[in-house]
């Protein structure tokens, strides 16, 4: 109870002291991100530890935090930007909120599909968006990749997630980039005959589904897989790496880029390019079960057992360009 | 030999009054009028979209028969409980009265996944079912039939909440007098005592029909297409907050029309009551042992389902997390009792001002707009934090981080203390006002001596579901927070953002014990009171 | 210095829904008298009686209080300035205060005195920390009246006070009430819509009708000289016949008069236009007496028992009714003619 009074009696001070303050230290950061504060803080910890500079953020849903600096304009105390999914980068370009970092370190260590094609962001974790299947009915030589699923071979069997996430929303972008509007919607639209049951509204809950065998094959993003697998090894539910003789397993990133209203542009970019370094890459993907962006560095054992794939090398950036003619496209096909 | 009394004199009063009226107005509706300045520029490809493929109807249709449902089902709930508790004595009585309110220091997001969880065919229960009894315990195809009734059980305490204080300020003069015409307890009940609390009630289902609308986590969950979502997917996903700005736009002409409907019907019926109140209003009317019996089956099934289950899962949960629990949590914990606790505090002073106004006012229109004011409630939590920062940016005051906050959330929350201070004030008639100015007592003076004691029990009720409400805020918060506060309501959202819902159960068990200390202090001030 | 404590010059209502409630009223008042509104509901008497206070505004017109302009066009000063005290109909007593908190209400540091003074003519001083609701009707009366005298207002002003009462306490309060005005020389205005009880508090009577002031006198002057039928029928019991003057003097204001009743003559207050040769005279039912020695007769048609006297309804040749307070140890049967005597002191003609 003291404790409370105690810790209420200095927040009160601190608030009253947040009320007016504005400058941060000098050498701090000021993040904004739309990765949760458990898979940034240790990061953030970690830098802080080695260089001694402060970072401090806040967190949000990504269309929020845009909004939030666009409304912020030059009064904007940010200076970088992570967020989830290269759709949500590249609108943050389209809104001019990015500055161009010219940096030789970051080229070489994040692949070029992994980053804007003119240096305003960079991925930093991958993950890829692709089948699962049940293992006691199914094996892997009965997959093929995603426009597979939309065949009547696979009716009754499929569980997908909802078409609200942004996740399917780059995949679908990817198929039109791949197949054209008329081959995307009528691969989604056989995806929607072939649904076992409503979509779901997170892959948790599809991976679920599958080892309870409501279905029998899914599409999840890989790093669901891994946290429910790491708790449940035994879980019937084995991964599948979508079209490999062909474009490759669809990818997205998550990534960060420097603001253009940050006042200290010169730190920034140095904390950007430590985060695509050897040291900074393992413990950022490893946080989310994800796989690092630069691919000199290995993902943790969990995930690397799974094996290499290749990636569809269509670089993410397009995926935002496209995503509002996929959400269109969903709503088309009726995916809901 | 004549003194003439300056205009001052007349106007020093309502001076005052009408500032500060247009000043709470003009905040509130500023990031809303914000909205409508987005029809400057309209993206045509995405209103032919979501008007060719029938959507916007589609969604229409489902936000209203959503919140029909919801209103339907919270209106049943609320009121016969309100009843029960208020009317008659049955076993457990006095904790029913309290438990009722608990579910709403449940978001209704949670209680979305916690049911949604609960009968997706993986889950143990479903499992339970449909491996012993090859019965398929499947969600209902059409989402709605899931999505109100979660909705409802989340709802539903405003609806009892307000009934059961309208049933006990002095309900039973009525009651007897229907009684002593010749009519049955139930034909009593519906022909005088429901149309008698039915400002009351209608203030609540305005609540709950307003909440409905703006969801947008539980819809989500439960993956029912609404109005809602349609913003929020216009904003997220078709890339343009223009398009999002306008669909809210809409929904708040909607909220416009509804909150003016609520206000006619208000306004035609003056409840000029007598001014004094019966102090014997807490006897309780004797009953059989069989509906004694009922009753008490009754409140429990009814606070399994919608408080002990949840409760029962979110602690299981969080059980297998306990790990997580460190010191922090000490910290957004008391962050979240700050914020809860400012928040409340400034909501139950304006409304308490503004209510007083409004009921003395003459002037039609004044009223209707300080009624005005209650609007926070009708735009979708983020489309309301987008406004307010705009705001704050617009007059380049982002670094007041915590007054954003504490603003945002009031714009919001005004609506649930000043419905509720409104049906108090109703109570008693302007006459003692009038007296006590008669007897030469200037307004500061009359807040004390006479609105402050015959409101004190209400403003206390607002108070707690402010704060309540305020803690599970997650949208607003998450926005306009400063840095480095972490409330409950964020780390929930943090959790559930990526699908980690078992690990959002810690911090939501430490928002429903947040959302007790006030609780307890009620009771406690009402058990020192009635004794 | 006038001694004026309350002036209404021409003073105009509007509510902003219903319209008009109020044209032209214009009275005075001073110091220590106690004025009675009457009229039919919807007259504008609470009207008035709010305007005074200062509860509402006044669209035209001024009203002064002890020479201080207080409500007008553009000036509204506020009720807690005016030292005008309101009884409202339903009391509207204070629930969550005693007797005595209510009544001391009005207290600050520098205005206090001794309730008892007051509480113990209104017998209310056994009852004082009790709660509203836990007294009578007659009670919670007392103790807003003890609450407003307490606040040591220059005006009282009471709304109907006794409406709420038996008939029996009505009558009793409102004697006791003038014995108590008159000795402690408080000024009021009652609005009631009851005569006799106007009659028995007041040093003036306002009759109000159709948003205008009709007549303002003492009330011997309305009951003996209405300015209209409508103040004669609301005074008291009476009825109009028709007549015609045979002659008139208008210089002594005398007149001569042909009537059902027969010929009557007498003197007359109001101002009578010649050119007319049609009349109406008011006669009150004292104004005819029993007399079994006249030879006047009518035709008793209905009679009502009133414990010291019966009031007959009688039947004239002409056909019109008047009628007539008969003592009650008279006992005629309705049909038969009995012999009356007119006794007319002057005229009311209309």
């Known amino acids: ?336 | 030999m004549l003194n003439i009394n300056k205009i001052s004199d007349r106007f020093s009063g309502n001076f005052a009054k009408k500032l500060f009226v247009y000043l709470c107005v003009s905040i509130v509706l500023a990031p809303l009028l914000l909205n409508f300045t987005a029809f400057t520029h309209i993206d045509n490809d995405i209103w032919n979209h979501l008007i060719s493929e029938n959507i916007l109807w589609q969604l229409c249709k489902n936000s209203l028969i959503l919140c029909f449902s919801v209103a339907l089902l919270s209106l049943v709930l609320g009121v016969s409980l309100g009843a029960i508790v208020a009317f008659f004595d049955f076993p457990a009585r006095k904790y029913f009265e309290w438990l009722f309110i608990m579910p709403l220091s449940i978001p209704a997001y949670v209680f979305a996944f916690i049911y949604v969880g609960a009968f997706e065919y993986s889950s143990p229960i479903n499992s339970f079912f449909h491996q012993y009894f090859s019965f398929d315990l499947n969600p209902p195809k059409d989402a709605l039939y899931f999505t109100a009734p979660v909705l409802a059980l989340a709802f539903y305490p405003y609806v009892y909440l307000y009934s059961k204080n309208a049933f006990q300020r002095g309900m039973r003069k009525p009651l007897e007098n229907a009684r002593s015409l010749g009519l049955n307890p139930i034909q009593a009940f519906f022909r005088c005592l429901l149309p008698l609390a039915r400002p009351a009630i209608a203030g609540a289902l305005l609540l709950v029909i307003m909440e409905s609308l703006a969801d947008f986590g539980a819809v989500s969950i439960f993956n029912y297409d609404t109005f809602t979502t349609a913003i929020y997917k216009t904003w997220f996903s078709l890339q343009s907050i223009n398009g999002a700005a306008q669909l809210s736009s809409a929904l708040s002409i909607f909220a416009i029309l509804l909150i003016y409907l609520d206000f006619q019907k208000q306004n035609r019926k003056s409840f000029a009551s007598k001014s004094l109140v019966s102090k014997d209003q807490r006897k309780r009317f004797q009953i059989s042992k069989f509906w004694r019996i009922m009753f008490f089956v009754y409140a429990s099934i009814i606070i399994l389902i919608s408080f002990v289950f949840p409760m029962l899962q979110l602690l299981y949960w969080a059980a297998h997390h306990l790990q997580n629990i460190d010191y922090r949590y000490l910290h957004f914990l008391s962050q979240s009792a700050i914020i809860a606790t400012v928040a409340a505090t400034i909501c139950v002073g304006l409304s308490f001002l503004l209510v007083l106004i409004q009921v003395r006012s003459q002037n039609t229109k004044h009223k209707f707009l300080i009624r005005l004011s209650t609007l926070g409630y009708a735009l979708p939590g983020s489309i309301l934090a987008v406004g307010v920062y705009s705001l704050f940016a617009k007059f380049h005051l982002t670094h007041l981080a915590f007054t954003a906050l504490i603003t945002g959330l009031c714009i919001r929350f005004l609506s649930v203390s000043f419905n509720q201070l409104q049906g108090a004030r109703l109570q008693y008639s302007d006459r003692l006002s009038e007296a006590a100015q008669s007897l030469g007592k200037p307004v500061t003076q009359r807040l004390g001596l006479l609105h402050w004691p015959l409101l004190k029990n209400t403003l206390l009720t607002a108070f707690l579901l402010v704060f309540v409400d305020v803690a599970k805020e997650m949208p607003i918060t998450l926005m306009t927070r400063p840095f480095g506060w972490s409330p409950l309501s964020v780390r929930i959202y943090e959790m559930t953002a990526e699908g980690e819902w078992q690990k959002a159960a810690l911090p939501a068990v430490f928002l429903v014990l947040l959302s007790c200390l006030p609780i307890l202090f009620f009771i406690f001030y009402d058990r020192k009171k009635s004794t | 210095m006038s001694q004026n404590l309350l002036k209404i010059e021409n003073m105009c209502m509007h509510y902003p829904q219903i319209g008009k409630v109020l044209d032209n009223i214009s009275l005075e008042l001073k110091q220590g008298e106690v004025a009675s509104l009457l009229g039919s509901s919807a007259s504008g008497k609470t009207s008035l009686l709010r305007a005074i206070a200062g509860f509402e505004k006044v669209t035209s017109g001024k009203i002064y209080l002890s020479d201080k302009l207080v409500s007008s066009q553009d000036v509204l000063l506020n009720p807690e300035k005016r030292k005008v005290a309101f009884i409202f109909q339903d009391y509207a007593l204070f629930p969550h205060l005693t007797v005595k908190q209510n009544i001391e209400f009005s207290f600050s540091k520098k205005n206090q005195m001794d309730i008892m003074r007051f509480c113990k003519p209104l017998a209310i001083d056994n009852i004082l920390s009790r709660y509203p609701g836990e007294i009578s009707g007659g009670q919670q009366q007392r103790v807003a009246i003890a609450r407003a005298l307490v606040s040591k207002p220059d005006l009282l002003l009471l709304d109907e006070p006794f409406s709420n009462l038996d008939v029996n306490i009505k009558r009793q309060l409102s004697i006791e009430l003038r014995d108590f005005f008159k000795s402690e020389n408080v000024s009021a205005v009652m609005v009631t819509h009851d005569p006799n009880e106007a009659f028995a508090i007041s040093d003036w009577v306002g009759v109000l009708k159709d948003k205008e002031l009709v007549q303002w006198e003492s009330p011997y002057n309305i009951y003996h000289n209405p300015k209209t039928p409508f103040v004669a029928m609301l005074s008291g019991r009476g009825s109009l016949i028709s007549t015609q003057i045979e002659s008139i003097d208008f210089k002594n204001k005398t007149a001569s008069l042909n009537t059902p009743l027969g010929k009557i003559s007498g003197d007359y207050l109001q101002d009578i236009d010649a050119s007319r040769d049609n009349f109406k005279l008011l006669i009150r039912p004292d104004d005819l007496v029993h007399d079994d020695d006249s030879s006047f007769l009518a035709k008793v048609v209905n009679k009502t028992f009133f414990g010291a006297y019966y009031l007959y309804q009688l039947e004239l040749k002409s056909g019109d009714l008047v009628e007539s307070y008969i003592p009650s140890h008279h006992d005629h049967h309705i049909g038969s003619s009995i012999g009356f005597r007119v006794e007319v002191d002057h005229l009311v003609l209309f």
């Open chain 1, 1 to 336: 109870m003291i404790i409370i009074i105690i810790i209420m009696k200095k927040s009160l001070v601190t608030l009253f002291c947040l009320m007016f303050v504005s400058a941060p230290f000098a050498a701090e950061l000021t993040v904004y991100s739309a990765r949760g504060e458990h898979l940034i803080k240790p990061i953030f910890d970690q830098y802080t530890k080695k260089t001694g500079t402060k970072i401090r953020f806040t967190t949000g849903k990504a269309p929020m935090l845009l909004q939030k600096l666009v409304s912020e304009g030059k009064d904007s105390k940010a200076d970088l930007l992570i967020t989830v999914d290269a759709g949500n980068l590249w609108q943050a370009k389209q809104k001019g909120l990015f500055a161009s970092v010219d940096s030789p370190i970051l080229r070489t260590n994040i692949p070029a599909h992994l980053r804007d094609p003119a240096n305003y962001w960079f991925g930093l974790s991958l993950r890829a968006r692709t089948i699962i299947y049940n293992s006691t009915n199914l094996k892997a030589k009965d997959l093929v990749g995603y426009a597979d699923l939309a065949e009547p071979k696979w009716k009754n069997r499929l569980c997908l997630r909802t078409s609200k996430k942004v996740y399917n929303q780059s995949l679908v972008a990817m198929l039109i980039e791949d197949h054209g509007n008329k081959g995307a919607q009528k691969i989604v639209e056989g995806w929607i005959k072939n649904l076992a049951a409503p979509v779901f509204s997170n892959d948790s809950s599809v991976i679920n589904a599958l080892a309870a065998g409501q279905c029998d094959v899914g599409i999840v993003n890989t790093y669901y897989l891994a946290r429910i697998i790491s708790k449940n090894p035994k879980l019937p539910v084995k991964i599948f790496w979508a079209d490999q003789s062909t474009t490759g397993t669809h990818v997205n990133i998550s990534g960060a880029g420097v603001l253009n209203t940050s006042k200290n542009k010169i730190e920034a970019r140095k904390f950007l390019e430590w985060l695509s370094s050897q040291e900074a890459q393992g413990l950022f993907a490893d946080l989310n079960h994800e796989y690092p962006a630069n691919p000199v560095v290995s993902a943790n054992s969990l995930v690397k057992n799974w094996g290499v794939f290749k990636q569809n090398k269509l670089n993410v950036s397009s995926l935002g360009k496209k995503q509002k003619e996929a959400v269109m496209l969903m709503d088309r096909a009726q995916y809901k």
